[in-house]
């Protein structure tokens, strides 16, 4: 979960309730750590919601298994607009 602005911090716990309700997620990783958030002077924090993060997370698409570091990577690590670039690549 990426809160990107402290308006969002109010629906952190009702997102996770969803999450589990939808997905039962084994690891949620909350990223509140965006330029945004320095703007606003809102706490700035990585940490893990529920379950235990073992380091890089590897996620697989279009046949291909690509490595993630959801806490120390890049915002989440993932982008899920790239997809296309992402399937171009794999083929």
Known sequence: IQASAAGLDSLLWPILDAL???L????????QDTPGRRREKATSKREVLKGQYQGPTELRENGVTFAVDLLGGQ???WYFDHRNHRAHLAS
């Open 20 to 22: 589990e309700e939808v």
């Open 75 to 77: 915002k989440t690590g």
């Open 24 to 31: 039962q997620p084994k690891v949620v990783v909350s990223r």
